[in-house]
């Protein structure tokens, strides 16, 4: 038998990424190719890169130069690059980066077999960056084997985006906003729940303007929810991101109403002044972004929220930047990510000639302030918890080692917490929702301990309003 060649990926960035690896698997695995769990041993490496700040772009880069000797030693050995940096920079990037032998962008994946005879055929160096037309956009189902799925799985409802965020370049990397039809989602949250996911989440860089359906209202996000959350089987549904403009009323009533929504939120807010978002075309301000979150938490009170922040926008002058800081203290989010301005080439914000102003020390003196007064507010927020009992959805083995076992809340928080003596039992675990007493609080997770049997899943019940038991 001919033996199997071998991948390495090695992944940069987003959900989107995350889900594209997944295919690639899937394609390679149909051209013979089987995963493997470093550069060391593969035939064919790929990283797939990230583009959204200069940082993500330098990581891909050094990966690629610390395959230089190993590409050496081993000429047969072939490096691509894939993802938002190939897609940006094209046959740039090919320069810049000796080792790769070809790059290719994300709507290049489906054509990942040919691009491979095409580079074996000749072995000369080419960039793959076509973009697929809106109207010719087909989204690739997913094709796990029983093996690949966990008890999470992603599954993707969009492409690309339509914003025009001043300091964004994913619109130019990932071209127009394409939405995938509700079937197709609908049927691959069946195929990953038949083979054992228990929790989805539906991505895309703006899944509240998802718009495949034709609901009399334009609110087929919301409708989309209600068609998953009818998928039997199914126990917890997360999505993201969403954008604050395009949150609806009736998006919020789905967290409080369907089956299977989980009580975690992330609506990136970027910035607490209303003067800093208009720079950056976000397209709402401070006050109408509180409001509608304080309409979401008034139907559902137990909701954890998140958000992005970005520090030292062009022009953000220090009275702009306490408004991020009160409005921080005002929400209390439950956690938040946080990042400097990084210009990028091809954003809006370069035609509107928005200078990259603030220096870089300041830049990271409002970062530091900012984590510093998120990391008082995430303790006292998960110290909520401390003394409760909760439903944790189990994902399996716990990073901590020491022979735990994690799961997460409703509200996404991570729980660790010890095992049953009987390791055949702590598997069977695994995709159980069970409840856990928490009993104390870590920077960013909890530490529970298992007070009973798992919960009957009641699969088509009519909503559970209680994430938190007791
Ligand atoms: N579609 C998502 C965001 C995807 S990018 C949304 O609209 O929320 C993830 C986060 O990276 C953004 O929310 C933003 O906080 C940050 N980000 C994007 N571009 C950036 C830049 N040029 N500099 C710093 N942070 C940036
Ligand atoms: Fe970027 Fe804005 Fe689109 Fe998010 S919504 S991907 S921040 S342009
Ligand atoms: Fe990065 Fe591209 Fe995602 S730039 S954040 S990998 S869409």
Redesign the pocket.
């Known amino acids: 038998m001919e033996k199997k060649r071998r991948v390495y990926i090695q992944n940069f960035g987003?959900q989107m990424n995350d889900y594209d690896v997944e295919r690639m698997v899937e394609i390679l695995r149909a051209q013979g190719y089987a995963a493997c769990a470093s550069a060391e041993e593969a035939d064919l490496v790929v990283l797939n890169s990230c583009a959204?700040?200069e940082k993500s772009e330098h990581k891909v880069q050094s990966a690629a130069g610390r395959l230089k000797e190993l590409k050496a030693a081993r000429p047969g050995m072939v490096l691509a690059i894939a993802g938002c940096v190939a897609q940006q920079e094209g046959a740039r990037l090919l320069k810049r980066v000796p080792t790769a032998d070809f790059t290719f962008g994300p709507d290049q994946i489906p054509a990942l077999p040919s691009l491979l005879a095409r580079f074996s055929d000749g072995r000369r160096r080419f960039s793959a960056t076509d973009v697929i037309d809106v109207e010719d956009y087909a989204f690739l189902d997913a094709d796990p084997e029983p093996g690949d799925v966990k008890v999470t799985a992603l599954v993707t409802i969009q492409k690309g985006?339509d914003n025009h965020?001043a300091?964004?370049i994913?619109p130019h990397t990932r071209g127009r906003e394409v939405s995938r039809p509700a079937d197709e989602v609908v049927a691959e949250v069946a195929r990953f729940v038949a083979l054992g996911a228990r929790e989805v989440t539906l991505i895309g860089?703006?899944v509240n303007s998802y718009h495949a359906i034709g609901t009399p209202d334009g609110d087929d996000f919301a409708e989309l929810l209600r068609r998953v959350d009818a998928v039997p089987g199914l126990v917890r549904l997360r999505y993201t991101?969403s954008?604050p403009k395009d949150f609806t009323e009736k998006v919020a009533e789905a967290h409080r109403d369907l089956r299977t929504m989980t009580s975690w939120l992330h609506l990136?807010v970027?910035s607490g002044s209303t003067r800093t978002l208009r720079r950056m075309v976000r397209g709402y301000t401070r006050e109408e972004y509180l409001r509608k979150l304080e309409h979401a938490r008034r139907l559902s009170p137990e909701l954890s929220l998140s958000t992005?922040?970005?520090v030292g926008y062009p022009g953000e002058t220090d009275a702009e930047f306490d408004e991020t800081l009160s409005l921080l203290a005002e929400v209390e989010y439950d956690n938040i990510y946080s990042?400097?301005?990084?210009e990028?080439p091809d954003t809006p914000a370069l035609k509107l000639k928005l200078k990259d102003d603030v220096p870089a020390e300041v830049k990271d003196a409002r970062l530091q302030q900012v984590q510093a007064l998120q990391r008082e507010i995430t303790a006292r927020r998960l110290g909520r918890f401390v003394g409760r009992t909760a439903e944790v959805l189990v994902e399996g083995a716990s990073r901590s080692g020491a022979g735990q076992l994690c799961g997460r809340l409703s509200g996404n928080e991570m729980v660790n917490f010890g095992e049953p003596a009987d390791p055949s039992r702590a598997r069977a675990l695994v995709g159980q929702l069970i409840p856990v007493r928490i009993t104390a609080t870590r920077a960013h997770t909890l530490v529970g301990e298992l007070t009973g049997a798992p919960i009957a899943l009641a699969l088509a019940s009519p909503p559970r309003r209680l994430k938190v038991v007791a």
């Not at 990042?339 to 990084?342: A, W």
Request: hydrophobic residues 25%.
């Open positions: 987003c959204i700040r985006c965020c300091y964004c994913v860089q703006n991101t954008h990136p970027q992005d922040i970005i990042f400097g301005y990084s990028r």
